[in-house]
C-alpha cells in the first residue's frame, strides 16, 4: 500500500479535513496538541476552527477505546493519516445518536476521497461499516479499553488507589472540560454580572453564552482584569499568602498565570521576580508581568534553567538574591489535568514518573537556597502521583539540604472529589 501525506489544509478545507490532519500530524509528529492548533492558518477561524479543534480533542479523548476496537478490525496498524479518519469518525459515532451513525459515515467515507484519493475509499468504508458494533462490544469491566486510556497507566492507578478510585477518575478524565476565569477586579467593569456566571470557587465564573470573545473578553484579558483558569490554580497561591511589600520569587513561572495570583496578594506592593527557560512560553509570560507592572509593584523576568539559576543572575540586574516567598509550579507528569489536556495519555511514557520525581527533588533543593530566614516555599505540581507530590517532599526534608526547613501544610486536589483539576501543593518554612 502507497504511503500517504495530508496536505495542509488550506481555504477549501472543512472543519473535518482538518481535525483529521491535526489528529495525523499528532500521530506522526512531536507537537503538543495545542501547539498543532497554533500553526492552523490565520483566517482558519470562527466556527470552523472552533469545529476542528472540537473533533481534533475528541478524536485524542476517545482514541484509545477507537484504537481497541480497530484491533479487531484490521489485520495490521492502519497508517497514521487512515488511522486519523478512524479515530475523528469513532469520535463522531461515540458521540452521536446511533440513527445517525450512516450518515455519519457516508460524509466520512465521501470526505476522505479528497484527502486519500478514491483507491482508499473500500478500505475506509469497509473498517466503518463495522466501526459502530465493535466500539459496543467493548465492556466496561476492561477499564483501559472502556474509558480510552493506556493499560499500563490504569493499572498504575488501580495500585496506587482503588478498582473504584480509578474508575471515578476515567469517568472524570472522559467528560468535556469547563472552562472557568478568575476575575480580578471584580468591579471595574459593570457588565461583569452579564458577561460571568458566579461558581462555587471565590473569584471564579464561568463564561455566558450569549459573551463575545473579540468584543467581551479580550479587553479584559489585555488588561488583567480576568484570567483563563481552572480552580485549581488558587491552591498554590493562597497557600503561599504573599503579603503586600514582600520579596517574592515565581520559579517555573512560565505562561504567568500564578503571578496574578502572587500580585493580587500582594496589593500589587513588592518586588515579583520571575524564572523560566527560555523559549517559545517567555514572551506571554513577559506580556501578564507587564499588565502588573507600576511604580509600586516592580517585577523582573530572568530567563534562566531554575538548576543553574545563581545570585549572579540577581546582581546583575540589581535585584535581591533572598526572598521571603518562593512559588516552584514544577514540571509534572500532568495527571491531574488530563481532563483538559487529553494528549497527556498519548504522550506520557512509564519512565516519566521517575524522571519527573528526581527533576522535582532537583529543582526543590535549588529554590530553598534563594529563601530567606524563616522565608516559605510552596513546592506545587498539577500531578496527583504520590511520587511527585509526598515522596518528593519527604525525601527532601531527609536529605542535607532539607534539614533546616519543615513542612507546614499540604493541600491534594483529586477531581473526583473537588471536581476541579488534580493538584499537589506542600507549604515548607526556613526555621
Known amino acids: 500500500m502507497r504511503s500517504l501525506k495530508f496536505k495542509e489544509p488550506d481555504s477549501k478545507s472543512s472543519s473535518w479535513d482538518t481535525s483529521v490532519y491535526l489528529t495525523a500530524s499528532y500521530l506522526t509528529g512531536n507537537a503538543k496538541a495545542d501547539q498543532l492548533l497554533n500553526q492552523l492558518r490565520k483566517d482558519f477561524t470562527g466556527q470552523k476552527r472552533a469545529t476542528a479543534q472540537s473533533l481534533f480533542y475528541g478524536a485524542l479523548r476517545h482514541g484509545h477505546k477507537i484504537d481497541s476496537a480497530l484491533k479487531e478490525l484490521c489485520s495490521k496498524p492502519p497508517q497514521p493519516e487512515l488511522k486519523a479518519i478512524f479515530l475523528v469518525t469513532g469520535y463522531e459515532l461515540l458521540s452521536a445518536p446511533d440513527e445517525r451513525g450512516p450518515q455519519i459515515i457516508h460524509h466520512a467515507v465521501e470526505r476522505s476521497k479528497r484527502l486519500t484519493g478514491k483507491a482508499q475509499t473500500g478500505f475506509i468504508n469497509a473498517i466503518l461499516r463495522k466501526l459502530p458494533s465493535s466500539l459496543k462490544s467493548i465492556p466496561q469491566e476492561q477499564l483501559a479499553h472502556y474509558y480510552s486510556h493506556p493499560e499500563w497507566l490504569v493499572d498504575r492507578w488501580k495500585s496506587d488507589f482503588s478498582i473504584e478510585t480509578t474508575k471515578k477518575l476515567l469517568e472524570w478524565n472522559q467528560q468535556e472540560p ?7 477586579q471584580e468591579s471595574a467593569d459593570p457588565r461583569i454580572k452579564e458577561l460571568f456566571s458566579p461558581t462555587q470557587w471565590e473569584h471564579f465564573y464561568t463564561l455566558a453564552p450569549e459573551a463575545n470573545w473579540q468584543r467581551d473578553l479580550k479587553p479584559l484579558l489585555d488588561t488583567g482584569q480576568i484570567y483563563v483558569k481552572d480552580p ?48 517559545n512560553r517567555i514572551k506571554p509570560l513577559a506580556e501578564n508581568l507587564s499588565k502588573l507592572t507600576s511604580e509600586k509593584f ?26 521571603d516567598a518562593i512559588m516552584l509550579d514544577a514540571p509534572c507528569s500532568n495527571t491531574g489535568v488530563i481532563q483538559r489536556r487529553t494528549d497527556v495519555k498519548w504522550r506520557l511514557r512509564r519512565s516519566d514518573f521517575d524522571h519527573c520525581a528526581q527533576l522535582q527533588l532537583q529543582l526543590l533543593s535549588t529554590a530553598t537556597k534563594f529563601l530567606k530566614p524563616g522565608g516559605r516555599l510552596v513546592y506545587s505540581t498539577c500531578s496527583i502521583e504520590t511520587l511527585e507530590n509526598a515522596n518528593v517532599i519527604e525525601n527532601f ?26 493538584a499537589g501543593a506542600f507549604l515548607i518554612v526556613a526555621r
Open 232 to 279: 485549581s490554580t488558587r491552591i498554590a497561591p493562597d497557600l503561599l499568602a504573599p503579603r503586600p511589600g514582600e520579596l517574592v520569587l515565581d520559579l517555573c513561572a512560565a505562561p504567568g498565570g500564578k503571578a496574578f495570583d502572587l500580585a493580587a496578594s500582594m496589593e500589587r506592593t513588592g518586588i515579583l521576580v520571575a524564572v523560566d527557560l527560555p523559549g
Open 298 to 323: 516592580r517585577t523582573a523576568l530572568i530567563e534562566k534553567d531554575v538548576l543553574h539559576l545563581s545570585r549572579v543572575d540577581f546582581e546583575k540586574i540589581d535585584l535581591p538574591t533572598q526572598y
Open 397 to 422: 526534608l531527609a536529605s542535607p539540604n532539607g534539614q533546616n526547613f519543615e513542612l507546614a501544610q499540604k493541600v491534594i486536589s483529586y477531581p473526583w472529589e473537588t471536581g476541579h483539576d488534580g
Open 178 to 184: 469547563t472552562s472557568y476565569l478568575k476575575i480580578y
